[in-house]
């Protein structure tokens, strides 16, 4: 995976991002799949509090789900 390359924020320019993690019941399960919820890393403006980026944690979790939505499941 590669990683992000956010130098500063696309809306006040500041270079001070952070990383947060949205986890518990904002977390993220595979579509139509009972299962346990993986959290959501968020990139952050720590000045203006833009959510410039957010990536699931744990995706492997979500790989059954691919030929599901290929097909229009």
């Known amino acids: 995976m590669k990683n992000f390359n956010v130098v500063e924020c696309p809306k006040c320019d ?5 990383r947060g993690k949205q986890s518990g019941y904002a977390g993220v399960t595979p579509y139509e799949r009972m299962g346990f919820n993986h959290s959501l890393v968020l990139l952050i403006c720590t000045d203006c509090g833009w959510v410039i980026g957010s990536y699931v944690e744990k995706p492997a979790a979500f790989k059954k789900t691919v030929s599901d939505y290929i097909r229009g499941n």
Do not use: L
């Not at 500041?14 to 952070?18: A, C, V």
């Open 14 to 18: 500041s270079r001070e991002i952070g």
